[in-house]
């Protein structure tokens, strides 16, 4: 028999937890009721995930409910955190990993704190200088990861280097029919641009580019970042954060203004009946639950960290992603990576 | 008599020069055809400057055209501009100022070159550590500036609280009517968030805030830029090089997958004759080229950089903003800014 995939869940993380995450559990045992290759331990207050578990009919019985007392606030600070959350879900639901029931850990709790309990219980990949979070992003061609989106706010050549290795092996884990192809994100695609820590990383990655594990394309600029030239994005986590806040208030820019005019007069509110599907397709694609999920990467074992105000739907793409990612083999992949990078 | 606005215009730097710069003046011209307070000099081959004054049937008697024989050309490197452009349209259009002839330089041309030849030309006001290049950009309520979007790669305290200065002066001097409203783009909002260069920045800001300059609202992260709580936005030159890039392509993907969507089946094209004139008001309110033109801050003399590969439109909305920005008083407005920093 094959290990099933195991995913441990805090049920009790963001805005609302746990009606939201348990029917984002109802959402994800519904599209994989065919399948029995997986278990869900659910981290919470028992009785309280029961009543959601009935209200919301969740009938998988490929579930596990472990009851935790407490739970990690919005208020909690990173410093104080790893004293004050022993007894949380989110801590238990992270040390669920070390126990070695779990292959990944899931919470839309406070990300401050998911990253510093996350760091002391699975500790670093000891090849790895940095971990970093990556995220999914759209692109002309289908999709990106980008990474670090916030984890470091200064980065050394070494951490970006990391970054790709740890990059290009979730792209492989998520995608394994493509190549995974790196690029640093610079403000000029000749050499001469950026900073001295981008020109090193850059001529290091040059370095390392081969068929294997992932091919360097060099330096692309914030317009190339959707364009599908590239597919890992690399850069560090201040840069990261804002590119990726930029895009999301852009997006969210246009669509209002699109909904605006549409709606504006008699004859444009006709038009939407006969762009209906049109429009509900342009938005589904859009729709930011679907890449809902940031993967804390270099840590001796994944954490997902979902949106805290996400909805159902937001948080079953991010079970859906934790499920991917482990059948993708994804710390075989960094393991592999980083033997590269080692020997490169 | 009150003193004409005066503009120096390399008609030969970008794409499509000098077709495009000259049917830029002729729009401009047309667009102002009843006003007289206004020179414009424009800088080039006399001869074919001439030519295309005929094919574009610019009429205005308020055109000077001042014969120089070099050009700048895209591969001209920075670095041997000072001594290879001395007899170009770009060198001339800037020197113009030193003369006292004109208030404000444009060209289209090579960027780096730009900025360096205007330093040396123009020089840095003695108040100011490192000039900006700031650019509009629409938000919800109107218009925002950023800057710095690609100057200064690196940036410390002093700077960032003189782009403050240079940037609410250009607000004043474009949205007289309006407050300038200055934030910090940074990666959380909370005042522990970023770098120590930007809570020295954020600190000092604080101290400076006032009600006859600038107010300063604290940190925003790249999901406000566009949302209207701001309208000066004060970054180092790669954050907001790769904010502004990755907002175009943002838009550019949406609207392409938008008219994908649109024009995919017969039902949804028969939506476009319904909103014809909605989606047309869309688009104008997008419009790149309503945007087109960064404006080089903190020399003794304003100079506009119109994109290289903008059309005749693109290329009037930047004769267009330094007509404003003079109109506007940037240069009285700067001063005043930096004597208030100074005493504050």
Known sequence: MMKKITIAIDAMGGDNAPDKTIEGVKLFCDK??????????????????QEKIIKYRVK????????????????????????????????????DQINGTSDISLSAG??????????????????????ALAGL????????????????????????????????????????????????????SEEIKG??????????LKKLSDNDNFIYEGFIEGNEIMSGTSNVIVTDG???????KTAEGTAKFITKYLKKSLTENFIS???IIFSYFSLKKFKERLDPRKYNGAIFLGLNGPVVKSHGGTDSTGFYHSIDLCYKIVKGNLMTQIKSNLDHSKSG
């Open 269 to 271: 509110k006709i038009s």
């Open 110 to 131: 406070n990300t401050g704190v998911l990253l510093v309990i996350s760091r002391m219980i699975l500790k670093m990949i000891d090849q790895v200088s940095k971990p």
């Open 60 to 95: 998988s019985n490929l579930i596990n409910i472990i009851n935790t007392e407490g739970i990690v606030s919005n208020e909690e600070s990173p410093l104080t955190a790893i004293k004050n959350s022993k007894n949380t879900s989110m801590w238990k639901c992270i040390n």
């Open 32 to 49: 994989y009721k065919n399948k029995d290759d997986f278990i869900l331990n659910i981290f919470g207050k028992e009785e309280i995930i």
């Open 195 to 204: 900073t001295e820590i981008l020109k090193t990383a850059s001529s290091r």
């Open 137 to 188: 992003w759209p692109n002309e061609k289908g999709m990106n990861v980008v990474l670090d989106l916030g984890a470091n706010i200064e980065c050394n050549d070494q951490n970006l280097v990391d970054f790709a290795e740890l990059g290009s092996a979730l792209f492989k884990s998520l995608f394994p029919k493509e190549k995974p192809k790196v690029s640093l994100l610079n403000i000029g």
């Open 238 to 244: 201040f840069t990261g954060n804002v590119a990726l």
